[in-house]
């Protein structure tokens, strides 16, 4: 009966401690498994594709190639690809500057676009991955910096 009760009790703290770890209660430190990474790409690229085709489409357009002389391209787009976190930036505060596109001048004003920094990484991570873009992703650690124009 000893015996019984000891092995039940020793059970009894393996069940815990599994339950315990996968919690969350370890204090060791989470790995992210590539799974877990493409799970929440996947979560954001989806936020991001709808908040461009809320946002960005009519100027953009739906294959992401713009409109020549007027709006510029997001594929292929060398302007895009050189400064993550000014693309970042520019959604959040829009642009009124002239940029150059792959070779191309371009003046017209881009409004804002998005409220917060998690809208405006999620719609840039889905432009750098669309329309046979590969342009990796930005995270909001990247972005920390980069500050909301309280005129907007």
């Known amino acids: 009966m000893k015996i019984t009760k000891l092995l039940l009790f020793g059970a009894m703290i393996a069940g815990s401690a599994i339950v315990m770890q996968a919690c969350g209660g370890s204090s060791e430190p989470k790995k992210e498994t590539k799974t877990e990474v493409v799970k929440a790409s996947t979560s954001s690229f989806a936020e991001g594709e709808k908040i461009y085709l809320a946002k960005c489409i ?3 357009q739906a294959n992401g190639e ?7 391209p997001l594929k292929n787009s060398d302007y895009l690809f050189a400064d993550k976190v000014r693309a970042v930036a520019q959604a959040l505060n829009g642009s009124n500057r002239e940029i150059v596109v792959n070779g191309v001048k371009y003046n017209a004003p881009m409004p804002q676009q998005v409220g917060t920094k998690e809208e405006a990484v999620a719609v840039v991570n889905y432009v750098l991955n669309t329309w046979g873009n590969n342009g990796g992703t930005i995270t909001l650690e990247e972005v920390k910096d980069v500050v909301i124009d309280p005129r907007i």
Not at 66 to 72: L, Q, R, S, T, Y
């Open 58 to 60: 009519v100027c953009h």
């Open 66 to 72: 713009g409109i020549p002389g007027a709006f510029p």
